[in-house]
Structures are given as C-alpha cells and as structure tokens.
C-alpha cells in the first residue's frame, strides 16, 4: 500500500548546528502535516501544508511541501536542547482508505 | 478543559488475558482513532471512527476490537488472539474531515507478562 518513507531514522547533532529530515511519497499527496512526540510523551501538530511549493516558518523552524506535492521536510535552524525528541510526517491520501498516513519518524538527539 | 484522555497511563497484564483501554475525548471530535506505537517505531493505524456507530479497520487491526457507541468515547480491547500486545498505545481525534489535524492523548502503555 501507499507508505510515507521519512528519513533519516535518527540524527544525532550539537546544539547551534542545523538539523533536516525528509519525507517522501510514491504518489500524490493532499496535505502534509508535521508533528512533535518529545521522549515519554505523545505526538503534538506541529503545521500543516496544502500547497504544492508552500514554505511556512515556525520561528527556527521551516517547513517545505514539495512542488510534485510527494515530498516534504522540517529544517531546524541552531538546534536547541529543547528541540530533542521525534518528528513525524503525515501525508493525508487523495484517493482511497484511510486518509492519513503517518513516517516512521526521525528521532533528534541534540548534546549541548 | 478541553482534551483527550486515556487510562490508566501503565497497564499490566497476563498471557491470554483481554484488556480495553478506555479514550475519552471532549472535544466534540467527530474522528477517533487507535495507533500503536512499538519502540523506535512510527504510528500504526489499528483502528478508526468517522463518526458515531461507525469505524474501519487500519494496518494491524488483527487482535484488536473497538466500538463507538457515543461521540466522546472510543474504548480499544486487546484480545489474547493479539500476538505480540505489548505497546504503546496512542488514541486521537480530529475535527472534521479526515485532513484535519489530530489530537493525542497521552497514551497508555501495556505490558504483557
């Protein structure tokens, strides 16, 4: 079926350095939405993108929907200790099922 | 205070024993839905209701029932026939349309011994 590969699985940077992770889909997706599980807690939204090209920023972070609208990412700029935790993509399907599939994640360790 | 919850926040149980995992929203969420999540994992889909009365199969619902007999409550059981039950257990609801975002609870974790 249709899956949403987020990589990397892991990341581990010192704290002021960037961090990115990708998300990619074999078809066309409606939406992308991005959300934030710190370590023993649960998945909190981050944003959601429509838009094919759409580039939104949350203070250091920047979120991109791909103009194919099959691929997205987060980009942190100057990591915190604060930052630490996964973050996951979701991609909401355009035809058929259950309409939001989530990645796998990408864990960020950041060493201060 | 508006939000999801789920209870208890640590479950124990024995081989061959159900158990149901209560989820309770006030939100007035239309949408529920169970995930769960293993260590280092993603979120998997094991079921979902668009709305009252109603819900669909997700990934992995082998093992797992649920039912939606009132808006704010979506109660997930794990059945002896779920083979590898122990997980964290992560229930959620939305808004609307399926696209919406979706709001966590704080999960259950279920150990099987």
């Known amino acids: 079926g249709q899956q949403v590969m987020q990589i990397p699985q892991y990341q581990h940077v010192q704290e002021g350095e960037d961090f990115t992770t990708y998300c990619n889909s074999s078809t066309t997706l409606s939406n992308i939405q991005w959300y934030k599980q710190r370590p023993g807690g649960h998945p909190v939204f981050l944003i959601q993108?429509?838009?094919?090209?759409e580039v939104k920023k949350q203070k250091r972070l920047t979120f991109q929907f791909g103009e194919a609208k099959k691929n997205s990412s987060l980009h942190i700029t100057a990591t915190q200790t604060t930052d630490v935790g996964t973050y996951f993509c979701?991609?909401?399907?355009?035809?058929?099922?259950?309409?939001?599939?989530f990645g796998a994640g990408t864990r960020l360790f950041v060493k201060a | 205070d508006g939000g999801i919850t789920q209870s208890p926040k640590y479950l124990f149980r024995k081989e061959g024993q159900n158990v149901t995992l209560s989820c309770e929203q006030n939100l007035n969420h239309d949408a529920m839905y169970w995930y769960r999540q293993d260590p280092g994992q993603g979120l998997r889909l094991i079921y979902y209701s668009q709305i009252v009365n109603d819900f669909q199969k997700g990934d992995i619902a082998e093992g797992y029932s649920v039912s939606r007999e009132k808006k704010e409550s979506f109660p997930l059981t794990v059945t002896s026939a779920q083979k590898n039950p122990t997980a964290f257990y992560l229930c959620?609801?939305?808004?609307?349309?399926?696209?919406?975002?979706?709001?966590f609870g704080p999960g259950t974790r279920l150990t099987v011994l």
């Open positions: 959620a609801s939305s808004n609307g349309g399926s696209y919406n975002e979706q709001f």
């Open positions: 979701a991609g909401g399907r355009v035809t058929g099922g259950f309409k939001t599939i």
């Open positions: 993108l429509v838009k094919s090209g």
